[in-house]
């Protein structure tokens, strides 16, 4: 079982729609999560973090962590163009190693 | 604050040649890390420094893979030879120790023919 599992997409959305990111992980002891943006041909940039549970809305975005079913949430509202991109889910420990998704593909269609 | 530097930006090569990529990693940050991502999936940890030493390296193909930081600074990743299943962008990260100032370089992209 991989640490982290992430939905593969392609997913495309009309512009102004609400986007669902998820990704469940595997071990309990994972206290960081991160939501990573990353357009094509550039690294992947942190968008979000979270430590241990809970919810935390930056803007149009918000994160939520559910530690009792080991699932991590990444919503978009008024999803605009220059959302496309991948999104990579990715948890941590206490020991900075990282483990990431696969990413899901997201198109905003005008 | 400069962000990652990472040289060459692309690469390509044919199979069984060598090639080395280099990372300068955030002023002060003491955890380097080597990705390999190829096209359509997540970044595979390759090798994870802290300092001048080795944390990670166990998904690392050491039987053509090198990687050296010295001087707990500047990092250099080596494949030799290379197979065209190297394909893929090889990204440098550094850390200061949590993982909210983790910062991606923006890569290089390998092509083996």
């Known amino acids: 079982q991989k640490e982290v599992e992430q939905d593969p997409g392609p997913l495309s959305v009309p512009e102004g729609a609400i986007v669902s990111l998820n990704c469940t992980y595997s071990?309990?002891?994972?206290?960081?999560f991160m939501w990573y943006r990353q357009y094509s041909r550039k690294g992947p940039e942190l968008l979000m973090y979270t430590y241990s549970s809970g919810n935390k809305e930056d803007g149009r975005f918000t994160a939520q962590v559910d530690k009792s079913s080991k699932y991590i949430s990444l919503f978009i509202r008024d999803s605009q163009p220059s959302d496309s991109a991948t999104y990579l889910c990715?948890?941590?420990?206490?020991?900075?190693?990282?483990?990431f998704g696969t990413g899901t593909s997201l198109t905003v269609i005008p | 604050e400069a962000g990652v530097a990472q040289s060459p930006r692309y690469k390509i090569i044919e199979k069984r040649q060598s090639v080395a990529f280099w990372c300068n990693p955030i002023s002060g940050h003491a955890t380097l890390y080597w990705y390999q991502q190829i096209l359509g999936q997540g970044p595979k940890l390759l090798i994870q420094f802290q300092n001048n030493g080795v944390v990670d390296d166990s998904q690392l193909p050491k039987d053509r893979f090198s990687a050296e930081r010295l001087k707990g600074v500047d990092s250099t990743l080596k494949i030799q030879p290379a197979k065209l299943e190297d394909s893929a962008v090889y990204l440098c990260?550094?850390?200061?120790?949590?993982?909210?100032?983790?910062?991606f370089g923006s890569g290089t992209r390998l092509t083996v023919v």
């Open positions: 071990n309990s002891a994972f206290q960081y």
């Open positions: 990260a550094s850390s200061p120790g949590l993982p909210l100032g983790y910062t």
């Open positions: 990715a948890t941590a420990n206490t020991g900075n190693q990282f483990y």
